[in-house]
């Protein structure tokens, strides 16, 4: 991540006085422009850095130059440690730990207090649900990504099929409780989003790759399960369910009717998991618009009743 590389950049600096852009490059494993754009974001931010040229040149932060209380001060060394420490309890990246070491180092003889100041936020990026085998699907994807290795899955759709992939990963993402890969994939000839709890198995292969041109910054949120047609809907819950509603829909979707049920105007994707989402609500929810999906939530219940009902008379 840009934040954790632009302070690594700063402690190598410090540490080790002059270094290459090839020597950064290659170290956190990015282009040199990449390097180049870092190296000016650290300038602008107000530290500055010199370029020497030749055989022996390179960047160094200019000699009369120290961070001290004097350009941060210690409620945002305390904000930059528990934002560091929230993106270690996620990926236990043993760079960032190592960061987490340095600044510690470098903060404990200029602010011995920093130890008894507590952050406001706590920044937990741990998702809800995470699980033994979604870490270890973590952890080897962040190897493959590190090594540019090709990834064998098998990777289940949401309407439940299964279907082998070949795919060369470049990004983890956590996307509100959920992990995601982003890779391209040599099936579709694209770049995709994968959820890893629908990757039933994982294989690095032998292959390494080049990784094609992509921004993972301008990433459009888009997954298998978000391809539907949009469709406008008009739905209407009971009080019991406001909180559920309001977990799930924005508030300025929502009006709340004299009656106290809740009015929900919104666009969604019409596919198997808008059908589920609005079935989960039970008799608390009723579609008023538009008519066909009113229709097919009304013949899904009458199977379902009738499927209760066979049950039921095959129990007696």
Same mark, same amino acid.
């Given at each position: ?70 350009? =941060? *001060?210690?409620? %945002?060394?305390?904000? @930059? ?6 993106? +270690?309890? !996620?990926?236990? #990246? /043993? ?100 959820? =890893? *709890?629908?990757? %039933?198995?994982?294989? @690095? ?6 990784? +094609?041109? !992509?921004?993972? #910054? /301008? ?98």
């Amino acid at each position: 991540m840009k934040l954790e590389r632009l302070l690594a950049i700063i402690m190598m600096l410090l540490n080790r006085r002059r270094l290459s852009a090839r020597e950064l490059a290659d170290h956190f494993e990015v282009s040199l422009r990449t390097i180049y754009r870092d190296l000016d974001a650290i300038n602008a931010a107000g530290i500055p850095i010199v370029a020497y040229p030749g055989s022996s040149g390179g960047y160094e932060i200019m000699e009369s130059f120290t961070i001290d209380r004097q350009y =941060l *001060s210690l409620e %945002e060394l305390v904000a @930059v440690i528990a934002a560091l420490k929230g993106v +270690h309890s !996620s990926t236990e #990246d /043993k760079q960032i730990g190592q960061l987490l070491e340095k600044i510690n180092v470098l903060l404990s003889t200029s602010s011995p207090s920093i130890a008894y100041n507590q952050h406001p936020v706590v920044y937990d990026f741990n998702p809800w649900g995470s699980t033994p085998a979604i870490a270890q699907k973590v952890s080897t994807l962040r190897d493959a990504i590190a090594r540019k290795m090709r990834v064998s899955i098998v990777y289940t759709k949401i309407g439940g099929q299964s279907e082998e992939r070949t795919i060369e990963p470049i990004s983890l993402i956590i996307k509100g409780y959920v992990w995601y890969v982003y890779a391209y994939c040599l099936r579709r000839m694209e770049y995709r989003l994968f959820r =890893l *709890s629908r990757i %039933e198995q994982l294989v @690095v292969l032998t292959e390494e790759f080049m990784p +094609h041109k !992509s921004e993972v #910054d /301008k990433l459009v949120w888009q997954e298998d399960w978000d391809t539907g047609p949009r469709v406008e809907l008009v739905l209407r819950f009971a009080p019991a369910v406001h909180v559920r509603v309001r977990d799930m829909f924005q508030p300025e979707t929502i009006e709340i009717q004299e009656d106290g049920y809740l009015l929900v105007r919104t666009v969604m994707a019409d596919d198997e998991w808008l059908h589920g989402m609005l079935l989960s609500y039970g008799e608390s929810l009723f579609v008023l618009e538009p008519a066909y999906i009113k229709e097919r939530m009304g013949e899904t219940i009458k199977k379902m009743l009738l499927q209760y009902e066979k049950a039921s008379n095959v129990d007696r």
